[in-house]
């Protein structure tokens, strides 16, 4: 795969994604929200991972 050196990756662990999955069920059963709700899970922003780090 080409990508700089210096993009972030967003690699997201498997258990994060099914605690967004189970939280995001949850309070959509909760509260019943009227309008539809997207909802977005990255760890970029806290825990950066480089596409340069990937051969290393």
Known sequence: M???NNAVA???PVDVVV???VA???YSGVNRPRNIIV???TTGGTNPFHWGQ???
């Open 10 to 12: 967003d690699l997201i």
């Open 39 to 41: 909802y977005n899970c």
């Open 2 to 4: 080409r990508a700089s």
């Open 24 to 26: 995001a069920a949850w």
């Open 54 to 56: 990937v051969g290393t």
């Open 19 to 21: 605690n967004t999955t």
